[in-house]
């Protein structure tokens, strides 16, 4: 009759040495890489100190991710060879036979693989009431992002992540930026950032949380390209994508003109103004805005790479 025996969890041995040296060139303190996997500094120490070479291989997993390396990066390479004993009479006897080992010794070796299965059995029974246990967390993450804007101007990018039931989460906010594109300015600012993408670190709470960034598109875009704006929110090994708006478009409109009619309006200028202070901090420039909004719209000079305020509607048309 066969007997089924469950699993034991799977693990993985990670080599703390090059653990520390990749963190250290990420820039990343022990508290960060704690932080992303919600576990304590001291789990981090040990690892890297390698006084628990062996963790749950999912863990390893999210600190591989963390880090931004494969797996097999922080993986200790091989199993430490075990060098054969030596016989105390004349050395070494690969042919020599092994001694018949007493009864007593006999049924240890028995009963230790029935303890080993029974224990295995436990530990994933533990293993999963705890993931039944832990409620998948709700958090939606909701990109704003111009419709249009101009291929010389800096532009506003935000995200604001919103978390259902109002409780303290640890996330990563992750996005990737186009090709394209410069970011020039973090609010908050970003954890990490290179030219690719950036992250943000951040603990829900009772209220909405909202990130932002100015971009600038490089001396490549051309008129009517499309730039296209990806990222997505960590929260253990869970990810939820960032939602709302995903393109701009590359036209000689300014990005507050939201229908393009050369024109900012008042709902328009009071859209601007729900931002206000993320705007100023941020470094856009509200005064241009304001100018605009005041005259009676605007023309793009070619020649001066930069907006207009025209003074009657045929100069519009200049």
């Known amino acids: 009759m066969e007997t089924s025996t469950t699993s034991p969890i799977a693990c993985v041995l990670i080599d703390g040495k090059k653990i520390r040296r990749i963190r250290q060139e ?88 029935i303890l080993i299965v029974l ?19 709700t958090i939606a993450a909701e990109r704003f992002l111009p419709a249009h804007t101009s291929p010389h101007v800096p532009f506003p990018v935000f995200i604001r992540v919103h978390h ?23 609010i908050p600012p970003f954890t990490t950032l290179n030219t690719a993408e950036g992250k943000w670190i951040g603990i829900t709470g009772d209220q909405d949380l909202l990130f932002g ?24 090994e869970h990810r939820f994508p960032v939602n ?20 900012i309006d008042d709902n328009e200028i009071l859209a601007i103004y729900s931002f206000f202070e993320l705007f100023k901090r941020m470094g856009i420039d509200i005064d241009e805005i304001q100018r605009i909004w005041a005259g009676n719209g605007y023309r793009w000079d070619e020649a001066g790479a930069r907006f207009i305020v025209v003074s009657n509607e045929t100069s519009q048309q200049e």
């Not at 999210?62 to 200790?76: F, G, N, Y």
């Not at 224990?119 to 967390?137: M, Q, T």
């Not at 259902?164 to 973090?186: C, W």
């Not at 709302?244 to 024109?263: C, L, Q």
Request: charged share 25%; aromatic share 8%.
């Open 26 to 113: 990420r820039g990343f303190t022990q508290l960060y890489v704690a932080t992303c996997l919600t576990v304590t500094t001291d789990t981090i120490s040990r690892w890297e100190n390698n006084r628990s070479p062996s963790i749950k291989q999912e863990n390893a997993e999210k600190l591989a991710e963390v880090l931004d390396v494969d797996l097999s990066e922080i993986m200790q390479q091989s199993e430490p060879r075990q060098e054969p004993a030596a016989d105390p009479v004349g050395g070494l006897d690969e042919h020599r036979e092994e001694a018949e080992p007493p009864v007593g010794i006999k049924k240890v070796r028995l009963v230790i693989p």
């Open 119 to 137: 224990a295995a059995i436990w530990l994933g029974y533990r293993y999963a009431s705890d993931r039944v246990a832990v409620p998948l967390p």
């Open 164 to 186: 259902a039931e109002n409780t303290q989460v640890s996330f990563i906010l992750r996005e990737s930026f186009p090709d394209s594109i410069l970011v020039k300015q973090g």
């Open 213 to 236: 960034y100015l971009a600038l598109p490089d001396r490549n875009v051309v008129l009517g390209q499309k730039l296209v704006f990806t990222g997505h929110v960590l929260v253990e």
């Open 244 to 263: 709302g708006a995903t393109t701009t478009v590359m036209e000689n409109y300014h990005w507050a003109d939201r229908n393009t009619d050369y024109v």
